[in-house]
Each structure stands twice: as C-alpha cells, then as structure tokens.
C-alpha cells in the first residue's frame, strides 16, 4: 500500500511538473479561393465565419493562382506540348484576372496566459490579411521574400472557430513575356524572382506565380516567444574526418518577445551533447531582449563535413525558455559544427574554400527551383538534393533569377552535405549588364531595379535569418553576373551580413573578379552547349567558373511524359543549321549537332534520345575529370550550368522534371569520386586525383584494353601511392591505343584495386576508331545478362549483373525499377549505379533504393548489345 502511495505522489509530481509545451503547425489544407472581381464584399466580411463560401472553389496552399486553377482542371497542364500557350499571360488580360481571395477556417483558442501567432512565410506579391472580420496589416504588405508574422491572441473567436481571409494581388509590374531573358526586363522593378517571364530554358510562367506560395502557420507560445535564434560554430585549426577532436566553440543567441502587460522572468536553457546551458532573463513588458548565451566548449565533436569528405554530423539544439516549471517556447535547430573559410589562391588567381581547416575542391550545379510554379514538398526537395549527393557533387549554387531556397531545401542540404551559394534576386540580363532589343528600359534604367530598395533590403534581413543557421550554407552571392544597385549592395555588404551573419563569404555577383579572377575575357563564365572532351582537359577557362555546361536531353521515355506522340521527331542537323519539332523548340531543346552520327546516326526519336545518352555521360564525366586533372594549378572549383529544371525543358538536367535520372546523372557519379582514376584525352596519360585529406597506398593501378570481341589486354598492373588532396599523372597509353583502337575503336578500363582486390574506382571508356566513329560498338555482337534481383528491405533491392566469359562486353545498360502492371517506371528511385557496362566474365551489383515500392516492383534493362527486358524480383 505505502509502494502504491508513493507511486501516486510521484506521477502527481511528474504531471503537475510536466512544462506544457509550445506548438507550431500548418494550415495546408481545406483552403478556398475565388477571383476577387466576382466577389463584392470587403475583406471584414469575407473573414467573418458566416460568410458563405458556397461557390467558391478548392485552393492550393502553399500554392498559386495558376495551381488552383490547374488542380480545378480550369486550364491545362503548362508543362506539357503546347498547353503553355492556351492559358491567358497577365500582361494582357491584366492583373485583375490573377487577383484572387484565399480563405481558410481553422479552431484555435487562447488561455488568459498563451499567446498565438499566424505567420506567412511568403506570398507573391503584395497583400492585404484579415481575421475574424479584422484587418490586420495596417498597410498593405508587398514582397515576395518578406514574411509576416501577426499577434492573433485578441483576434480569435472564443467559441475556436476562425476565418482568415487574404486577398493576393499580382506583382506591380507584370512584365511582358516577349522571348527575351526575364521577358522586357520589367518583371525586376519588384522584388520578386524573375524567370517567370521566360528565360532561355522556361516558358513564361502565365500568372507570374501570384498566390500564397509559401507556408502559413500557426504558433502558440506562453507568454513570451523566442524568436531569430542565431547559432555559430567555430572549428580552430585543420582537422581530420577520423579520431579524437580538439575542441569546437558553439555560440548561441536570441531575441525573447514579450507582448503582454507584464514583465516576465523565466531560464532560458539549451542542451547540446549532454552539455547544458542555462541563464536567467527578465523580460520587461512589451518589449524584445536580445540575449546572448555563455558559449559552449564542445569536447570531442562530431564535426559536419562535405559530400565525399566526410559525414554529415548533426546534433539536436532545442532553445528553451521556462517560466517556473512551464514551457513558454521552445526554438529546434538541427546544427551541423564545422567552419568554412576562404582564402585567395595565388596560382588560379581564385578563391578556395576550406571546412574545417580543409581545402576542398568545389564541384557544384546551378539550381534554378524545386518546381517553376512553386510547388514545393519535403520529399521533392530530398529526392532533388539526394540526386546531387549521387552525382558526388559538393554544392549547389541557387541561381539568383530565383528565390531564396526555402528551409526545407536546407534541410536536405545538411543530411546529404551539399555546401549551398545563396543568390539574391537580381541578374545582368534584367538588371542592366548588356545592351537588350528586348528590354523596355534602357541600361541605366535597368541598373537602378527594383523600385523599392528599401523592401529589398528588408526582405535580404528577413531571408539571412530564416536560413542562416544551417550548415550547408556557405557562400552568399549578391547577384547574377551584375552588382545589385550600389546603395543595396553596400547594405548588404557593409551593414546586413556583418550584423546577421559575419561568418560566411559574400561575393559581389556570381562570376567576380572576387571569386575568380577572369583574365580570359568575356564574361568570366561559360562555355555553354555541347564540346570536344578535350576542351574540358586541355583549354584553360575561368579559376572558379560559376556556369559551364553542356547537353542534357533525357531518354525516350522521359520525353514521352510531355511530348505529344505526333511531335516525337528527332532533330536534323545539316550544314550548320537544325531542322527541329516546334514542341521540341518550346522546350528550349539545345543541339548535339553531329555527334550521334559517330553511333551511326538516329533512326527515330528514341534512337536519337537513348544514344544521346552516350553524349551525355561522356560530355559529364568528361568535364568534371577535365577541371579536377587541373585542381589548385588552373582551378579550384566549377558549378555546372545546371543541374536541373523546374519545368519540362531539354537541357541542362541530370534528371528530368519528374525525378527521372538520366546518363549525366551517372557520368558525374563516376567522375565525382573521391579517389578516382582517369584517362586524359589531350595526352592520353592515365591519371588518379585524391580529394580526400589522406594519403593512399597500395592501390593496385590496372590499364586493360578489351576489343569488341570482349577479348582482353592488360597494359599495366602496378601498386602504386598518391598524397592528399591532389592529382598525379601516371603514365601514358598512347602508343597502345592506337594500335588497338584504329579498326573498330577499342573499350578502355581504368581500375584501382585496394588489397582485398575490391575496387576503390572502376571506369570505362569507349574509344572510336581512327576515323572517329563508333563502327565497333555500331557492329558490336549481343550478349545476354545474367540478373539477379533480391530484394533485401522494404525499400532496396540488390541487382547483380552478370556477364557470360565468352561474350563481349554489356554495354551501357539502363536499369529502371517498373510497375509491372503499368509499365511505368517508379519515381523517384535512387541507383547506387546506372548506365552499367559489364566486361565478359564479371559482374557487377548495384543497389536499388526506393521508399514507395510497390509489390509489382520489377526490374527493367536495356542495354546497347542486351536488348530490352523485364526481369522479377526475388
């Protein structure tokens, strides 16, 4: 009885003690919209709960107009053919037509001590929002990148049943989409982002994305909120990925808010790694108190690397504030600990990047945005930046015709260690770089966009803040290929970035001087479109090029998704000109000219897409191995022009719109490794570059040539060594090449073996014959693969490729995991390998990784010499 007691007395304790804990959540449903024109009542009325909302219709939030209108099947899809053109641009039919209400019920109520706010976390372009029947901006709220945050508690009904009301209003100045770069120019007098008025890889986006695009949310605190927490880490000296570490000093600080009438004393504690962290503040009445915390010596920390550097370490940071044993708010971060810095590089003429202490050689894509009409998930934004983690990239440089890449994007970031460049929203096309018949203002004009500095440079602090404490941020970047208008960018520079984030790089425009010292000429990026491999390896181009790039069309059955089947007819290239489909040209197709004629040319639109993909790897794998052979002497970083699209386009993608990976994909996969082995073009020498901060020793080097026969010729079999962090030259396999490749063109594979004999780097090249065609593989004989499937977890599956010893080589073999039933391919799904050419008498596995597996999961191959088959899965 006196066991059973004392058990009572603590659970009392325990419930009694317990700290009731904030709350945060979206309202992401259940919205209503209507074009405001066919509405008469004001605002007041709108948001009161009696209002009846009858003909309204269904609305996407975080969403747009063009969304809702889409979802309602009032226009087509814009991603697909020609629809683009059915639906009505602004510029002519006006902003009324896109000027919408949104309305969302929802309960909510507050006791006499809690507080609640609603925030909008952006909408485009301006607003006016109201509750209950109350008005609660006092001016209407423009700017896309400028949140809103309200104090709610007062307004809400007290039986729990709320309306909020929110009529959105296009951008001020539309813009006329008339082919060129941001159409007129104009779209950039806003803050707002501006490829919505079509740029060289996008159709005009029709409403110009007006609509609440980003989150609402709902936040209910005690008394007094934490808000704009900032988090530093410093890293001292250079450190390892492996062993004990010496100390990292964490730097927490905060802003406590209170809004009630009565001042307010509480602790406000964090907890990182054991380690605790407490103070007592007052908060005084009506009023915000910026507090910083007594920093923490972190001993032995898990430090947060780069892809292929290192792992991503996070830890958990809840920021708490206490008031007696009540939880009154409580702010989560994921940190990452690790510090970047820069230093200027004398011999590239370049800026290096360094995390950790570590110099680290960036390969990096250009990003445009998750979707083009803004419709973002968590599990888009995973897939999108786990894709780049595969192409073994290191960093994602946000376009700054953009937006500032949400949270959520971040998030992905940190898990997959994607160092990200942050743009702000300007670029030379709009903003007044070049000379434009296009453009409606004139240089000068253009110079001084947007309207409103002012809401520029507000809407900058309030970005800084949303994103700053995440670690795979690294680099801001003031604008695209131009300086913003001077009084901004001394803002920024000067006062913002100092004040809210010193830690990190800020460059004055994308392809500076600062970055890269541009003593080429032009405009200090580029090439773009399609090269001889030996340019990447023998042309010297910019130190830190922000934007090169080549071809990305996407195979046949990725093009079948948005192509009408009368519109699949492959391009002709003839005497320097393209005869090309005109859906084909809507989707800003970009020229392979006369390469696929070396495999023999195209029969039809999926010979010509599926062979492209031979162009592909070669033109990737071809450009990051040309920059990494040349790291720390001619360069030490390169961003490709681009990595992805946010609409149905045709070039610059290493997967298509909807999360299909293409051979690209797959040719940065190999050439992206962290120790990998290499064939030069220029000189034909075989080369290991080492982009890990170890040494390594005992590699067995193996050089073997394998005829289209599949009969096989070593060259070469040598242990050898190399150091860290650099690029060794071998030797040279000219002389064998040309007499085993100038008939039929010759398979050339490039192997380190540790001592287990597993390989650290396999790569293998198809070399043409002395005419520089592809007759080999064009004549090459068919060999059948061995395939077994397993499927080892709810979401993997093992996937052994086998090759027959009496066969030639298994040519670049796609593998797609497939409904079945459907036929379709299942997406996304993530290949540890793709495009996979097996010798004779090996094998090969990969794994298959995907989370909505269905149980008519199969396996699809196609290969150059295996034919097209469906295999199952054990």
Same mark, same amino acid.
């Given at each position: 009885m006196?066991?059973?007691?004392?058990?009572?007395?603590?659970l009392a304790a325990?419930?009694?003690?317990?700290?009731?804990?904030?709350?945060?959540?979206?309202?992401?449903?259940?919205?209503?919209?209507?074009?405001?024109?066919?509405?008469?009542?004001?605002?007041?009325i709108?948001?009161?709960?009696?209002?009846?909302?009858?003909?309204w219709?269904?609305?996407?939030?975080?969403?747009?107009?063009?969304?809702?209108? $889409?979802?309602?099947?009032?226009?087509?899809?814009p991603?697909?053919?020609?629809?683009?053109e059915?639906?009505?641009?602004?510029y002519?039919?006006?902003a009324?037509?896109?000027?919408?209400?949104?309305?969302?019920?929802?309960?909510?109520?507050?006791?006499?001590?809690?507080?609640?706010?609603?925030?909008?976390?952006?909408?485009?372009?301006?607003?006016?929002?109201?509750?209950?029947g109350?008005?609660?901006?006092?001016?209407?709220?423009?700017?896309?990148?400028?949140?809103?945050e309200?104090n709610?508690?007062?307004?809400?009904?007290?039986n729990?049943?709320?309306?909020?009301a929110?009529?959105v209003?296009?951008?001020d100045?539309?813009?006329?989409?008339?082919?060129?770069?941001g159409?007129?120019?104009?779209?950039a007098?806003?803050?707002?982002?501006?490829?919505?008025?079509?740029?060289?890889?996008?159709?005009?986006?029709?409403?110009?994305?007006?609509?609440?695009w980003?989150?609402?949310?709902?936040e209910?605190?005690?008394q007094?909120k934490?808000?704009?927490?900032?988090i530093?880490?410093?890293?001292?000296?250079?450190?390892?990925?492996?062993?004990?570490?010496?100390?990292?000093?964490?730097?927490?600080?905060t802003?406590?808010?209170n809004?009630?009438?009565?001042?307010?004393?509480g602790?406000?504690?964090?907890?990182?790694?054991?380690?605790?962290?407490?103070?007592?503040?007052?908060?005084?009445?009506?009023?915000?108190?910026?507090?910083?915390?007594?920093?923490?010596? $972190?001993?032995?920390?898990? $430090?947060?690397?780069?892809?292929?550097?290192?792992?991503q370490?996070?830890?958990?940071?809840?920021?708490?504030?206490?008031?007696?044993n009540?939880?009154?708010?409580?702010?989560?971060?994921?940190?990452?600990?690790?510090?970047?810095?820069?230093?200027?590089?004398?011999?590239t003429?370049?800026?290096?990047?360094?995390?950790?202490?570590?110099?680290?050689?960036?390969?990096?894509?250009?990003?445009i945005i998750?979707?083009?009409?803004?419709?973002?998930?968590?599990?888009?934004?995973?897939?999108?930046?786990?894709?780049?983690?595969?192409?073994?990239?290191?960093?994602?440089?946000?376009?700054?015709?953009?937006?500032?890449?949400?949270?959520?994007?971040?998030?992905a970031?940190d898990?997959?260690? $994607?160092?990200?460049?942050?743009?702000?929203?300007?670029?030379g096309?709009c903003?007044?770089?070049w000379?434009?018949?296009?453009?409606?203002d004139?240089?000068?004009?253009?110079?001084?966009?947007?309207?409103?500095?002012?809401?520029?440079?507000?809407?900058?602090?309030?970005?800084?803040?949303?994103?700053?404490?995440?670690?795979?941020?690294?680099?801001?970047?003031?604008?695209?290929?131009?300086?913003?208008?001077?009084?901004?960018?001394?803002?920024?520079?000067?006062?913002?970035?100092?004040?809210?984030?010193?830690?990190r790089?800020?460059?004055?425009?994308?392809?500076?001087?600062?970055m890269?010292?541009?003593?080429l000429?032009?405009?200090?990026?580029?090439?773009?479109?399609?090269?001889?491999?030996?340019?990447?390896?023998?042309?010297?181009?910019?130190?830190f090029?922000?934007?090169?790039?080549?071809?990305?069309l996407?195979?046949?059955?990725?093009?079948?998704?948005f192509?009408?089947?009368?519109?699949?007819?492959?391009?002709?290239?003839?005497?320097?000109?393209?005869?090309?489909?005109?859906?084909?040209?809507?989707?800003?197709?970009?020229?392979?000219?006369?390469?696929?004629?070396?495999?023999?040319?195209?029969?039809?639109?999926?010979d010509?897409?599926?062979?492209?993909?031979?162009?592909?790897?070669?033109?990737?794998?071809?450009?990051?191995?040309?920059?990494?052979?040349?790291?720390?002497?001619?360069?030490?970083?390169?961003?490709?022009?681009k990595?992805?699209?946010?609409?149905t386009?045709?070039?610059?993608?290493?997967?298509?719109?909807?999360?299909?990976?293409?051979?690209?994909?797959?040719?940065?996969?190999?050439?992206?490794?962290?120790?990998?082995?290499?064939?030069?073009?220029v000189?034909?020498?075989?080369?290991?570059?080492?982009?890990?901060?170890?040494?390594?020793?005992?590699?067995?080097?193996q050089v073997?040539?394998?005829?289209?026969?599949?009969?096989?010729?070593?060259?070469?079999?040598?242990?050898?060594?190399?150091?860290?962090?650099?690029?060794?030259?071998?030797?040279?396999?000219?002389?064998?090449?040309r007499?085993?490749?100038?008939?039929?063109?010759?398979?050339?594979?490039?192997?380190?073996?540790?001592?287990?004999?597993?390989?650290i780097?396999?790569?293998l090249?198809?070399?043409?014959?002395?005419?520089?065609?592809?007759?080999?593989?064009?004549?090459?004989?068919?060999?059948?693969?061995?395939?077994?499937?397993?499927?080892?977890?709810?979401?993997?599956?093992?996937?052994?490729?086998?090759?027959?010893?009496?066969?030639?080589?298994?040519f670049?073999?796609?593998?797609?995991?497939?409904?079945?039933?459907?036929?379709?391919?299942?997406?996304?799904?993530?290949?540890s390998?793709?495009?996979?050419?097996?010798?004779?008498?090996?094998?090969?596995?990969?794994?298959?990784?995907?989370?909505?597996?269905?149980?008519?999961?199969?396996?699809?191959?196609?290969?150059?010499?295996?034919?097209?088959h469906?295999?199952?899965?054990?």
């Amino acid at each position: 009885m006196r066991k059973k007691l004392l058990f009572i007395l603590l659970l009392a304790a325990v419930l009694f003690f317990e700290p009731k804990a904030q709350s945060v959540y979206e309202l992401n449903d259940g919205w209503k919209c209507i074009k405001a024109s066919s509405v008469k009542e004001n605002g007041s009325i709108i948001s009161s709960y009696g209002y009846n909302l009858s003909k309204w219709k269904t609305a996407t939030v975080p969403g747009t107009v063009l969304t809702a209108m $889409l979802n309602n099947k009032e226009v087509p899809d814009p991603f697909y053919g020609m629809n683009n053109e059915k639906i009505p641009d602004i510029y002519n039919v006006g902003a009324a037509y896109y000027t919408y209400w949104f309305v969302k019920d929802f309960n909510e109520t507050a006791s006499a001590t809690e507080q609640v706010y609603l925030k909008l976390r952006g909408i485009n372009y301006s607003c006016n929002v109201f509750l209950n029947g109350h008005q609660l901006n006092k001016t209407l709220h423009k700017g896309m990148f400028l949140s809103q945050e309200y104090n709610i508690t007062s307004y809400l009904n007290k039986n729990g049943k709320n309306r909020l009301a929110v009529i959105v209003y296009p951008p001020d100045v539309v813009g006329n989409a008339n082919g060129g770069q941001g159409g007129d120019g104009t779209i950039a007098k806003n803050v707002t982002h501006q490829y919505v008025a079509g740029w060289d890889w996008i159709q005009p986006i029709r409403d110009r994305n007006t609509g609440i695009w980003d989150k609402v949310l709902i936040e209910k605190t005690q008394q007094v909120k934490i808000q704009n927490t900032h988090i530093i880490t410093e890293v001292p000296g250079i450190r390892k990925v492996e062993g004990a570490q010496q100390p990292a000093i964490i730097h927490v600080s905060t802003e406590l808010y209170n809004p009630t009438a009565a001042t307010v004393s509480g602790v406000l504690s964090y907890e990182l790694d054991g380690n605790t962290i407490t103070e007592n503040i007052t908060v005084p009445a009506q009023s915000t108190k910026a507090v910083q915390l007594k920093d923490l010596s $972190l001993q032995n920390p898990k $430090l947060w690397w780069p892809n292929t550097y290192g792992p991503q370490n996070l830890y958990p940071l809840n920021l708490k504030f206490t008031i007696g044993n009540v939880l009154s708010d409580v702010d989560s971060s994921t940190i990452g600990i690790r510090e970047i810095t820069t230093y200027w590089n004398n011999v590239t003429r370049s800026k290096e990047v360094a995390v950790n202490g570590q110099k680290i050689f960036i390969k990096g894509g250009n990003w445009i945005i998750s979707d083009a009409m803004l419709r973002f998930s968590d599990e888009r934004y995973d897939a999108e930046v786990r894709f780049h983690r595969d192409m073994n990239l290191n960093l994602i440089r946000i376009w700054g015709g953009a937006i500032t890449e949400r949270p959520e994007f971040y998030t992905a970031c940190d898990k997959y260690g $994607l160092l990200v460049m942050q743009g702000f929203w300007g670029s030379g096309d709009c903003n007044g770089r070049w000379v434009d018949p296009k453009k409606k203002d004139d240089q000068w004009t253009r110079r001084n966009y947007p309207d409103d500095h002012h809401l520029f440079i507000e809407s900058a602090a309030d970005q800084v803040k949303l994103i700053r404490n995440h670690p795979s941020l690294a680099i801001w970047c003031g604008g695209n290929e131009i300086t913003l208008p001077e009084d901004i960018f001394h803002a920024l520079k000067d006062s913002l970035m100092p004040l809210l984030d010193g830690t990190r790089w800020f460059i004055d425009y994308s392809n500076s001087d600062s970055m890269s010292y541009n003593f080429l000429g032009g405009n200090g990026d580029g090439p773009y479109g399609i090269q001889n491999i030996k340019t990447f390896w023998g042309e010297r181009t910019y130190p830190f090029n922000s934007e090169v790039g080549s071809v990305g069309l996407s195979d046949y059955t990725s093009l079948r998704r948005f192509i009408p089947q009368e519109n699949l007819i492959p391009p002709v290239y003839e005497n320097g000109k393209y005869k090309v489909d005109s859906v084909w040209q809507y989707h800003k197709y970009i020229g392979y000219n006369k390469t696929l004629d070396a495999y023999g040319g195209a029969k039809d639109a999926a010979d010509f897409a599926n062979k492209a993909q031979l162009i592909n790897y070669d033109q990737y794998r071809g450009l990051i191995e040309g920059f990494s052979a040349h790291a720390w002497d001619w360069y030490t970083g390169v961003i490709i022009w681009k990595t992805q699209n946010p609409w149905t386009a045709m070039r610059g993608q290493m997967y298509d719109y909807y999360l299909d990976p293409n051979a690209c994909l797959y040719g940065l996969h190999t050439a992206g490794e962290a120790l990998h082995i290499m064939f030069n073009p220029v000189d034909s020498s075989v080369m290991v570059v080492n982009n890990t901060f170890e040494a390594h020793h005992d590699m067995m080097l193996q050089v073997l040539l394998v005829g289209m026969d599949g009969k096989q010729r070593r060259i070469t079999q040598v242990f050898s060594e190399i150091g860290p962090t650099t690029v060794k030259k071998y030797l040279s396999v000219a002389g064998a090449l040309r007499r085993s490749s100038a008939k039929q063109g010759v398979f050339l594979v490039l192997r380190l073996l540790n001592l287990q004999q597993q390989p650290i780097s396999d790569n293998l090249y198809w070399l043409p014959d002395s005419t520089g065609n592809y007759s080999g593989l064009q004549n090459i004989a068919s060999t059948d693969l061995n395939i077994k499937a397993t499927k080892v977890s709810n979401s993997q599956i093992q996937l052994i490729l086998s090759n027959p010893a009496d066969k030639p080589v298994a040519f670049f073999n796609r593998v797609s995991l497939l409904n079945s039933k459907t036929k379709e391919r299942i997406l996304p799904t993530f290949y540890s390998d793709n495009y996979i050419s097996v010798l004779p008498g090996e094998s090969k596995t990969i794994i298959i990784d995907c989370n909505n597996m269905p149980s008519e999961a199969a396996i699809e191959i196609e290969g150059w010499n295996t034919g097209n088959h469906e295999y199952k899965i054990n």
